[in-house]
């Protein structure tokens, strides 16, 4: 049935005839009142489905329990649910944990670049694979236990035979749990956080990967945030750092950033302002600092003089002239084989001093980032002399 | 007991939540609607003489058809308290869809489905799937991204990705409504048993080949669709309200995903993947196949807040199966 609608000034008319409609629809046509289509495939399998129910309740006089639902007659309470809703407490998150030495079970060596590498290696690579979840190859933040153990081979050979690395101080790792090693940096291409990597991963039982804050030009670049994802290393926005201290993670911040691998030569281990928001996220993630130092970093490709105008023009963050650099090519940026030594200092727990609210006092986050700089530079200075 | 209406209930993350919501006793009447005729896995819900799920076709970019189905008889008499908006996922030829009254089909739905929600006097909830590929993704593979991370308000962003931000944006303006609870789940790439993936832009659509920024394989953040649906549930019934960011444990590169759910990707320099972009664009083909340009950089999402204020955890586990033909396809099952 229609119903006309005379448009009226009076409101209450219009009250009226809306209240009246309770039955109908107020405007136009009632979508759940036209008769839905029906798929004639589904009418021909109701029909071969009757057919069958009548046919075989003639042979047999079970049919068995039929597995529709009881029907119910219109108004009557619904069953009570089989199941209760209680609320179940969700277990806590998971942290990313790697066994010790001792509990890994090693397979047969895989291919040529398992046999470059001692079984102790292999033991804590194939502890990392642990960093995993499930039976995803991937980790969230795209670290590929996999891809780590064919690059190992490389730079395995740089830490041994072209820095011929040393270090000290490994006690101040924890075995377990978060913190933030804070460490100076230079030398043009990153080798320094590739380094101590490597060193961390050598030197920790249960073997821990070194999570490193990578700059966000860097996360620009095609291939090489591909890389640096697969090895594990970041891109330092806050939300990332945030989630890997959660998670338990050692992580590597160079609070120094672009500006402490484009220093020049005469300024070379000499820490330049660092950004504090490493000291926040300790705070608030109630971990210790732990300053450590890399000498040689700054050896490895002394820079003469940074063409800062032109790098800007070319969207580079840094255009740098040194001995071999532009003069060879791009072969003048590889490092030079020095000798680098890398050491950890005492953590510094300023956690639980301040606590997180400490995070939010502008002052003492300034205040602490300078100590901890203070602390990284006597560290250098000492491990220099 | 409260009685929902679900939207896009015909494609496929619309059924699973039908069917969860069927099954949960907190919840009395559904009212389903969808632009197709019903699926065929609502036909046992949909039989018996007073069937507690009823569907209905209803084209929800216009005015006057969803005006008419908040003022039905049947969802005046049953009160609807509870709406769940379930955007467009499934219909690959929906993607390129005429615009409506100016604005995206995907954001002209939200938009109607929004203002009705706030005439109706019964409706008291509001929960809406989004998608987390509203976010500004900084440089790198992964980002970790909370729902206080910027969203891409770039004007030059892919229209696929705009029409989310606009849904997003219409929301995200009410959420603070005091008579009406809206909550907005934003879900990342959305993948079901079989190999089927929904609301990815780089591999909405149908299967085939992908192109890809040569040189980038940005991490994907995975959710199952009956995870999405478990998400849906769990906001129906929550008393807060707010986005949530809904993902799962797990994550893969988009390489890896292309060729798990059966989309090789080939990767291609930026300029050219660009160029293809365009000229589908204007050739009016399907830009899914091209539109993987703008998606350089990666991203999982911090679910702490779904799982602190709506209790939701990810029951499933997404991997990959031998499937009957004998191709390893991407599969998800309970934890």
New interface residues.
Partial sequence: MSKEIAFSPDEASLGELLASG?????????????V????PF?ERLDSVRTRGRVLGAAAAPSPGPAR?AP??E?GAA?P??P?S?T?VP?PRRRRARTPALGEIELGEPRGWLDRLVGEEDRRRLAALAHLV??????????FSPETTRQAFPFFHALYRAWFRVRSHGHEHLPQEGAAVLVANHGGLLPFDGAMGVIDVLLHTNPPRLLRSM?D??A?????I??F??RVGQ??G?R??F??LLDDGQLVLVFPEGIEGIRKPVTQRYRLQSFHVGFVEQALRARVPIIPMAFIGSDDQAPILYDAKRLARRLGLPVLPITPTFPWLGPLGLLPYPVSYKIAYGEPLAYHERFGPEGAGDARLVRYLANQVRRAVQLLVDRNRS | MSNVLVTHADEPIGRRIVKLLFHD??V?RI?A?GDG??P?AF??F?????PRL?????DLAKH??V???F???????SEIDTVVHVPRHGAPAAQSAPIVAGLAERTAETRLVLQHCLETATVRSLVAIGSAFVYRL?????????EE?ELDLDPDVAPEIRSWIDCDMILHGEVHNDRLRVVLLRVPTVVAAGGYVYLSPALGGRPGLRLR?????P?C?LVSDKDVARAVQAASHARSSGIYNIAG?????LS?LARWTGRSSLPAPGPVVRWVAAGARLLGAETARVASHTL???F?L?TSRA?REL?F?PSD????ARAGDGALRVETAAI
């Fill in positions: 309770s039955g109908e629809p107020a405007l136009g046509r009632d979508p759940f009142a036209e839905v289509e029906i798929d589904l529709q029907a119910r219109p619904r009570e649910a199941r809703w609320t969700l979840e499930g039976e995803m190859p991937f980790d969230r933040y795209g990578v966000r030009w996360g620009s670049l095609p291939w945030n591909v640096f994802a970041v891109v926005t939300e990332n945030t989630d | 006793p907190r009395g009212f609607v005729s019903p065929r036909d046992r949909l039989s018996g003489s007073d009823r569907y209905a076709r209803v006057r058809p005006a008419d189905l003022h039905s008889t049947a969802l005046r008499e900084p440089p790198g593979n992964a980002n970790r991204l909370g991370s920024a040569l040189g980038y394989d991490i953040a444990s797990e994550a893969v590169p890896v350089c950089y990666g999982t911090d799982e209790g955890r586990r997404i991997g990959l």
